[in-house]
C-alpha cells in the first residue's frame, strides 16, 4: 500500500516538474552528506532548483538582452550576471567569465613572475636578518 502511494505522489510531483525527479536524486545522493531522501524532500529540491534557474535566466535576460534589444540569452550574459552579483559569488567557479587562451597563459605568467617576486624578496629579507 505504501508503496503505491509513493509512487503516485512521485507521478504527480513529476508532472508538476520540468526536471526529471530521478537525476535530481541522482545528483543529491551523490553528496555524502545526504542521507535518506524523502520524495517530498525530492519534490522541494527539483521545484527550488527550477525557480533559481528561472530567476538566473530572467535577471541574466533583463540586465543584459533587452538592453540589446536580442531575444538570446547566452553563457556571457550568464557569467556577466555572475560576476556582478554578491549573491551568485558561489557561482564563479561553475559560471566563469570565457577568456581566450593566450589571455589565461599571459595571466599564469604573471601570476608566477609575481610569484618568484615574492619568493626573493622573502630570501633576501631572511638573510638581512641573519645578519
Same mark, same amino acid.
Given at each position: 500500500?505504501?508503496?503505491?502511494?509513493?509512487?503516485?505522489?512521485? /507521478?504527480?510531483?513529476?508532472?508538476?516538474?520540468?526536471?526529471?525527479?530521478?537525476?535530481?536524486?541522482?545528483?543529491?545522493?551523490?553528496?555524502?552528506?545526504?542521507?535518506?531522501?524523502?520524495?517530498?524532500?525530492?519534490?522541494?529540491?527539483?521545484?527550488?532548483?527550477?525557480?533559481?534557474?528561472? /530567476?538566473?535566466?530572467?535577471?541574466?535576460?533583463?540586465?543584459?538582452?533587452?538592453?540589446?534589444?536580442?531575444?538570446?540569452?547566452?553563457?556571457? /550574459?550568464?557569467?556577466?550576471?555572475?560576476?556582478?552579483?554578491?549573491?551568485?559569488?558561489?557561482?564563479?567557479?561553475?559560471?566563469?567569465?570565457?577568456?581566450?587562451? /593566450?589571455?589565461?597563459?599571459?595571466?599564469?605568467?604573471?601570476?608566477?613572475?609575481?610569484?618568484?617576486?615574492?619568493?626573493?624578496?622573502?630570501?633576501?629579507?631572511?638573510?638581512?636578518?641573519?645578519?
Amino acid at each position: 500500500m505504501v508503496d503505491s502511494d509513493n509512487t503516485q505522489l512521485q /507521478h504527480k510531483a513529476s508532472a508538476d516538474t520540468f526536471l526529471p525527479l530521478s537525476r535530481v536524486r541522482t545528483i543529491m545522493k551523490s553528496s555524502m552528506d545526504t542521507g535518506l531522501i524523502t520524495n517530498e524532500v525530492l519534490f522541494l529540491m527539483t521545484k527550488c532548483t527550477e525557480l533559481f534557474v528561472q /530567476h538566473l535566466a530572467r535577471e541574466a535576460y533583463t540586465t543584459s538582452c533587452a538592453k540589446q534589444n536580442s531575444d538570446t540569452l547566452k553563457y556571457e /550574459h550568464l557569467s556577466q550576471l555572475v560576476n556582478k552579483s554578491k549573491n551568485l559569488e558561489f557561482l564563479l567557479q561553475i559560471v566563469p567569465e570565457k577568456i581566450r587562451v /593566450h589571455e589565461f597563459q599571459e595571466m599564469l605568467r604573471l601570476n608566477r613572475s609575481n610569484a618568484s617576486d615574492e619568493d626573493e624578496e622573502t630570501c633576501s629579507e631572511s638573510e638581512s636578518e641573519d645578519e
